[in-house]
């Protein structure tokens, strides 16, 4: 019932909505056109597929579940060094991989800081390797990206809610019955979704924590038939598995939230006289200090590898930093564009925006190694792939940062949209005005933590890089794994910090950039 | 006017006077694997020696590592680029051929410095190594496989589907064992810490001390002597024998360039290209150079027996081998 009206925002949206579909299913599609002959899914197909399904939904269970509290005591808490916090504890999702995971064990490991204080009283070293070792590693990696969001959604509570609550003279109870449930289970639905999508494509922490070959992922099949068979129709149905597993969970996920309507605030900060009971402080200040703890233990542990290295670093570093913080500009400008023009489609066209959303998650499951390869086979008949590696990756980490940044906008849009929608329209508000006046000064939190997420992912990420890699133009990344393949672990250290210190710069210039009146 | 007139014939004349400025080198294009290319493998010195004799220019281009290059040629096809291909292992050989891109090297008259003799007419050595074991000196460690399944030594090692040394492993023990290969891998299921995507995780872990022992090459030690004077870490010599890896390179049949690629290939046996080897590669060269390996060389373990399946054998071998340790490790 209904036409739908041809606007320019629904233009948009339609054309950046096709994109990521041409980057994550055309590139399957090339490489199925590519393969000769059927395919057959063995069991070890299948049960890589069980493993993977299982792993995801139970990090992104717990992470989720540990999020909540950690969020709620950052939202209620004043305190010096809060802003620094927020920012580091995004750390360990924007590392490569390999550091992550080589940081973590040099805290939990066999040898690692817990295990030596564990013989120092005499218990055996802990045992990491396992299904409880995958999730821990995904938890530390996805803690603090489903912390920064449930975090925006409680922010996004107007103050006057809680000023009101207070002259009510709500107890806590009441306050988390009435306001922060409804916000949750807005907010919630999604951000476990996300969660789930980027543990589904995890592939080498999966492997390397769980011990053994129980442990495969889907994406490891990909690698197993791509690799070792040449097994094209094999790698891209397992391609084609992946993304719509996703895209179940991404469905199933946006239908379960319900947006919470809140009604039109005035911008004030926020005070929380319910926050001042002394037993809410402990609590708060004991989840703060364990995030905190489990989180920046292993990144210290990155440092402190690789601090002695900074000083002989080798001189090709700062031509590759440069290189990454080039493509990192570029994805940033990108994503921007892309998540802007789904955002504004999908809250001012609902009907056709349900089918947008879920679109722009797939791209976190796609297959690293099938888009790589269908890039390959679009772009190989046509010019040199080497030529174009640069601004293929900032592409493909785009769309990869795509889905982080629906999450932050969407919500705060459909705000934006619910508040001052009816305002806007009955003043005539279109177009530019609207866009300049409105929408981007009242999303730019969201638009910073998205461009903060998108520019330091993007540094840290091998993407499809090295498929398409031109020997004299490595990346930060790609410039690690190379020395790391050539013995030099130490001078590997060393570059680790260093792309962790330009990661977490990128990070908070725009992430600060995007902060309004202080709040987070 | 006057000025635009002259620009816009200065503009005109400028496409010919490019040709005559831009001297045209004949490109010669190699395809090989990531870390040789990287400024601490061998490639830089390779290109600088080779384009000092061929009037050429060389051009590497990377890709992933020796599996993933086979991969990209099967992508290419006869459309590729490339003109030589260095990197592949025994282990891809059988495969590569069977894409009949490759052209016949010529090069019979060679005499490789090798423990198996080369009759391969198409694939040429460049270098080797045995895969083996690194552990620290002074600690207690195995010698065979069956005591390494009987002792609480842990191990790191790579997945076979992901890593050639993970692949390189899994033909060890089968051609060390054949039928009995999966009940060692089940005798080693409790010693094997976990199992990663490729050598440099394993390799780090095992420095940060996650393991006794990681799965790596005789030649790696050689490594920690010469670069960091570091004579801790040595390989485990094993009784069964050990598992070689040869590295080979071809010319690609269809180039324009075939010559040019023959000549490389010479170049690739010459001391010029051999001995860049073994400080940048950390294998053994194909044909020891003249000068001898470096001093550090000298310390590294030479097993008795070199295992090694032949080219036709090594396909069926790897997916017997693969089905068997799935099942041995429990999955």
Known sequence: ?520 | MFHRRAIIAALAALPLALPAAAQEKPVLTVYTYDSFVSEWGPGPAIETAFEAICACDLQFVAAGDGAALLARLRLEGTRTKADVVLGLDTNLTHAAAETGLFGLHGLGDVKFDMPVEWEDDMFVPYDWSYFAFVGTRGADLPTDFRALGASDAKILIQDPRSSTPGLGLLLWIKAAYGDEAQAIWEGLADNIVTVTKGWSEAYGMFLEGEADMVLSYTTSPAYHVIAEDDDTKVAVPFSEGHYLQVEVAASIASSDRIELANDFLRFMVTDAFQSVIPTTNWMYPAVTPTGGLPEGFDSLIVPDTALLFGADEADHARDVALDEWLTALGR
């Open chain 1, 1 to 520: 019932m209904g036409r739908v009206a041809v606007t320019r925002t629904g233009i948009a949206g339609v054309a950046a909505t096709l994109a990521v579909l041409a980057l994550t299913f055309g590139t399957v599609a090339a490489v199925l056109i590519r393969a000769e002959g059927g395919f057959r899914l063995g069991p070890q197909d299948w049960a890589a597929i069980r493993f993977t399904l299982w792993q995801a939904a139970l990090s992104a269970l717990l992470s989720v579940a540990l999020a909540v509290p950690v969020a709620r005591a950052l939202a209620r808490r004043r305190f010096p060094g809060r802003a620094v916090l927020v920012t580091l504890m995004g750390a360990p999702f924007i590392l490569p991989v390999i550091v992550a995971v080589l940081g973590l064990l040099a805290v939990f490991g066999r040898s690692g800081w817990v295990s030596q204080a564990l013989g120092l009283i005499g218990f055996d070293p802990i045992g990491i390797y396992g299904l409880h070792g995958v999730i821990l590693a995904h938890v530390f990696f996805n803690l603090p990206l489903a912390t920064r969001l449930i975090l925006q959604g409680w922010l996004a509570i107007p103050a006057e809610r809680f000023r009101l609550a207070a002259t009510l003279d709500a107890t806590p109870r009441d306050i988390s019955r009435l306001l922060e449930r409804p916000m949750l289970r807005a907010v919630l639905p999604g951000t476990f979704m996300v969660i789930f999508l980027i543990c589904t494509t995890s592939f080498a922490v999966a492997l390397t924590l769980g011990g053994g070959p129980r442990a495969t992922t889907v994406e490891l099949a990909i690698y197993h038939a791509f690799r070792l068979d040449f097994d094209l129709s094999r790698a891209a149905v397992l391609a084609l598995i992946q993304l719509a597993m996703s895209g179940a969970a991404a469905l199933i996920a946006l239908r379960i939230a319900v947006p919470v309507v809140t009604g039109a605030g005035l911008d004030r900060s926020v005070r929380r006289w319910d926050a001042d009971r002394l037993a809410l402080r402990v609590i708060d200040a004991l989840w703060i200090t364990l995030a905190a703890t489990f989180l920046l233990t292993p990144l210290a542990a990155i440092a402190a590898r690789g601090l002695p290295a900074l000083a002989d670093l080798p001189v090709q570093v700062w031509a590759a930093a440069w290189r990454s913080l080039w493509v990192a500009g570029l994805s940033v400008a990108v994503t921007l564009v892309l998540a802007l023009a789904m955002t504004l489609a999908i809250v001012r066209h609902p009907r056709m925006g349900r089918w947008m959303e879920p679109v722009g998650y797939l791209a976190i499951a796609a297959s690293p190694l099938v888009i790589g390869t269908g890039l390959f086979l679009i772009l190989f008949p046509l010019t040199d792939p080497v030529a174009l590696a640069l601004p293929v990756t900032a592409l493909v980490n785009a769309v990869m940062a795509l889905p982080f940044a629906l999450r932050a906008l969407v919500p705060a849009a459909a705000e934006v949209e619910s508040r001052f929608g009816r305002l806007a329209d009955s003043l005539g508000m279109t177009g530019t005005a609207r866009l300049t006046r409105l929408t981007l000064p009242r999303l730019r939190r969201p638009l910073g933590f998205s461009a903060a997420l998108a520019g330091a992912l993007s540094m840290g990420d091998l993407g499809v890089v090295t498929l398409f890699a031109d020997p004299g133009q490595a990346t930060l990344p790609l410039l690690l794994y190379r020395l790391m393949a050539a013995y030099r672990m130490d001078q590997a250290a060393g570059v680790a910090l260093l792309l962790l210190g330009l990661s977490l710069a990128v990070f908070w210039i725009f992430d600060r950039g995007g902060r309004v009146n202080a709040d987070v």
